[in-house]
Every structure is written in C-alpha cells, then in structure tokens.
Nanobody
Framework: QVQLVESGGGLVQAGGSLRLSCAAS????????VGWFRQAPGKEREFVAA????????YYADSVKGRFTISRDNAKKTAYLQMNSLKPEDTAVYYC??????????????WGQGTQVTVSS
C-alpha cells in the first residue's frame, strides 16, 4: 500500500514557477513509478509527466515539455514537479499517482487527493 499527499499548489502569475511535492508513505514507494496528472474545470484528467521507479527515466506531455521537470528522492519518499514559465492554461488540480511507468492513468494504482494550481494572466 502507498498513500500519497500532494502539496505546493497555489496562485501564481503567468510566467512564474511553482514546485509541487508528492509525499508517500508505505514501504513499497520505491517499487513504483510516479506520474503527475491534472484536471482543469470542465475537462478530462490528463497526463502531465512520469518518472521511473529509479528516477532515471522521465516522460512528459508535449504541452509541458521544456517547462516542467519531474524528479524523485527515494530516500525521502517524495516526488516533485517543478513547473516554470507557467501559463493560464496550466490552471488545474494536479494529482500524483504511483504505478507502472507510463502515461496511462488507468494503470496507476494509488492516487493523492490533488492540489490546486491557479495561474493568473
């Protein structure tokens, strides 16, 4: 079992930065990849980024490539999403999830409760 808690969301102006954290509890965190997903109002939840269990593999949605960086610290059982050059269209609830490495959200087993990111223009 893995429990996930996101933090670090908030209100930021366009062009600004935020770093989201995903803190895990449970002994098996290091066995799972971590993905970040987001859901904007009135839209489906979508993939943002994923990092492999070791941290050596990363994968990004085209919409965030070059602006967002995913990482993890297995000793701290925490994953991160550094978000730079934020745009109003990045406004959404951001969720972290643990599961197999990839972009398919239906394959992720464990989910956090989400953290709100709002980017003002």
């Amino acid at each position: 079992q893995v429990q996930l808690v996101e933090s670090g969301g908030g209100l930021v102006q366009a062009g600004g930065s935020l770093r989201l954290s995903c803190a895990a509890s449970g002994r098996t965190f290091n066995m799972y990849a971590v993905g970040w997903f987001r859901q904007a109002p009135g839209k489906e939840r979508e993939f943002v980024a994923a990092v492999s269990f070791s941290g050596t593999g990363t994968y990004y949605a085209d919409s965030v490539k070059g602006r967002f960086t995913i990482s993890r610290d297995n000793a701290k059982k925490t994953a991160y999403l550094q978000m730079n050059s934020l745009k109003p269209e990045d406004t959404a609830v951001y969720y972290c999830a643990a599961g197999p490495y990839g972009f398919r959200q239906d394959e992720y087993e464990y989910w956090g409760q989400g953290t709100q990111v709002t980017v003002s223009s």
